[in-house]
Each structure stands twice: as C-alpha cells, then as structure tokens.
C-alpha cells in the first residue's frame, strides 16, 4: 500500500464534470439503450466521505442526451432508505425485456445484495427483495447472469478493520469470489489479496476479476457449473478497483488508485489521483495497456470506475467527483 506514483496527466477532449455527482460515483453500469445507473455516497471504513449523514443514492444520466445530467432515482417498495450504503451494481435484463438492479449494499456495514426493478416511465425503482447468506461477506461487487445468479467478491475476510488492515500486511490472500443462486452457493476462485471488481466478458465466457491490493487483473475462465478456472494474470502495478467492457471493443476499462495511501490518509491540499487503463487484445498472448485518463488529483480524486458508451467515457470516483468525456 506504501507504493505511490506521480501520474503524468492524461486527459481525453471535451472533459466536464457532473454537477449532481459530486459525493462518489463507485459504481456505473450502463445499459445497452444509453441509460446509466450510478452507485454514489459509500460509506466505507477508511475511506473519507464528503457527506456522511446523508444516505446513498442511485443516479441516472441518460447518455444520449447532448448535456445529460443525472438524477437520483426514486425507491419505492418499503425498502429502508436511510441505511441505504450501496457498493457495487449489476443490470440484468431478462428475457421480457424487464431491466432489474443488483445493489451490494452495507446496512450498519452489514453485506447484502438488493434487487429492483426499473420503472423507466417513473424513474424509479422498485424494491423487490434482499439476498443474505453467511458466505455474502465483505461484499464488493457483483456481476449478474441470470435471475438471481451472481458473482460476488469478497474483499476483506476478516469483518474487523483492524484485522483487516493486518490481513493486507500478512498477504494472506484469503478472499474470494463467490457464486451465488437460490439453489446453490459456493466458493468458485479464491487466492486473491483483495477480490474487487467483477465483470463479465460480452460472450459471458470469461469473468474478469481485480485483485487491488495484488494490482491485477484475472482472466478466469466460466463452465457450466458456474465454476471459474484461471487462464491467465495481467500486471498492471497499480491499485485496480473496479472494471467494465467496453461494449464496441470488448476491452476491459479499469479504474485505477496511482496512490492508495493519499486515498486512506486523506489531505485536500495533497489529494489521491485517478487513472484509467484499457487493457486490448485481453485474451491474446500480448494485451495492451494504455493509459485513457490520469490526473494527480486537482480535477478528479480516487477513480473507481469508467464505462464507455458510444464514444465517451463517464469516470467514476470512490467519494469525490464525476467526469464525462469524449474518447
Ligand atoms: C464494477 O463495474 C461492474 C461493471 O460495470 C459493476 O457490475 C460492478 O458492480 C462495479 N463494482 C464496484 C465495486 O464498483
Ligand atoms: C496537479 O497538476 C496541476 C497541473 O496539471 C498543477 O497545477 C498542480 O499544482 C498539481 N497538484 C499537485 C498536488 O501536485
């Protein structure tokens, strides 16, 4: 964690920042029709937050406007908006075209996963049900591939912060990720430092995995039982948070911490940075990496994310800012 980088900028053209984003946008997913939805305000032990009495929210930015801008979506369905923490977001579209929202929340630092429907006429969604199980521990992201079938990653094994900051000094590579359905639930690949972003390939063959403490990205391959086998690792020698497909291409975009210890011991005058990367030809020999965006800090702090859609790139951060740009 002590490893820290000066980044050089990068900036792709016609840069401007989200107004309503401005407490985090950890996790975006966008759907094929251009809609976005945004996870924003994660309270996490560690991580600072700019507005920590407020709950989480989920936005919406309809990315076929010329200017769009992003509004929070409403909840209905009795769900409990003021322990609302959400983390890390899964789309999935079933086969009647009906768009539902996985959402890894943390209520009292608690994991579970919610499911919404999306009621695009209200802009609302729709609280339908929360999954709990005991392996759904220290939950970071999730990735959806069927009606409650999930991907799930562990990040910490052990619940206590103090015990968790140890268990990143040990190395002890004990977290996981975790398949999940209503009739089966199972450890599926373990090993990593520190199991973050999940995402699934565009043919839903490969699972692409961050480590973010190992700095890499797995290459896992998926089997009909849902079981993942490891193809390949690639280094990236920097913190890998969270990871999207970019849908054109079928590269992986991954947000990325050039200096993790500016994001946990937080300083305004001397703030983390952002860096995104794209990782080409990701099932070849040689996949190549590119630097999209970097920035020391003074535009955009502690990048988690970038989702591409027709040719701009909307950049996530853990709790500070959003930004839109042309690719
Ligand atoms: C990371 O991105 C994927 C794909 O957009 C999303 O499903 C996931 O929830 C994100 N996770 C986090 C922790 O930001
Ligand atoms: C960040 O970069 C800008 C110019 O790109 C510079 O003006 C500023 O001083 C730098 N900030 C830090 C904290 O290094």
Redesign the pocket.
């Known amino acids: 964690m002590s490893a820290s980088r000066e980044v050089q900028p990068v900036e792709p053209e016609n840069c401007r920042l989200i107004e309503e984003l401005e407490n985090g946008s950890?996790?975006?997913?966008i759907l094929p029709s251009g809609l976005a939805f945004i996870s924003s305000g994660l309270k996490y032990p560690g991580l600072p937050n700019f507005a920590p009495d407020e709950p989480g929210k989920i936005f919406l930015m309809d990315l076929n406007e010329q200017n769009p801008r992003a509004q929070a979506l409403e909840i209905s369905g009795g769900f409990d908006k003021e322990l609302f923490n959400p983390?890390?977001?899964?789309i999935f579209i079933d086969k009647d075209h009906t768009v539902y929202l996985y959402v890894?929340n943390h209520p009292h630092m608690k994991s579970t996963v919610e499911i919404f429907k999306f009621e695009e006429q209200q802009l609302s969604l729709v609280y339908l049900k929360t999954i709990k199980h005991e392996l759904l521990k220290s939950v970071?992201?999730?990735?959806v591939l069927g009606p409650e079938q999930f991907y799930a990653t562990r990040d910490h094994y052990f619940t206590n912060t103090f015990l968790s900051l140890f268990e990143m000094i040990l190395d002890l590579r004990w977290t996981y990720v975790l398949f999940y359905s209503p009739r089966e639930v199972k450890v599926v690949a373990k090993g990593f430092c520190s199991a973050?972003?999940?995402?699934v390939s565009a043919d839903q063959k490969y699972v692409y995995v961050a480590d973010v403490a190992a700095k890499n990205i797995h290459i896992m391959e998926k089997h009909d039982n849902w079981d993942l086998t490891q193809l390949k690792v690639i280094q990236l020698g920097t913190l890998v948070?969270?990871?999207?497909v970019d849908p054109a291409t079928g590269d992986i975009l991954a947000g990325c911490h050039p200096n993790p210890m500016k994001l946990l011991i937080y300083n305004p005058e001397d703030p983390p940075g952002s860096e995104v990367l794209r990782i080409q030809n990701v099932l070849s020999e040689t996949p190549r990496v590119s630097t999209v965006y970097a920035n020391n800090g003074s535009v955009l702090q502690g990048t988690?994310?970038a989702?591409v859609y027709h040719g701009k790139i909307l950049i996530g951060t853990v709790f500070h800012k959003t930004l839109y740009c042309e690719l």
């Open positions: 950890e996790d975006i997913d983390h890390g977001i899964s890894v970071n992201d999730i990735v973050n972003g999940i995402t948070d969270n990871l999207t988690s994310v989702s």
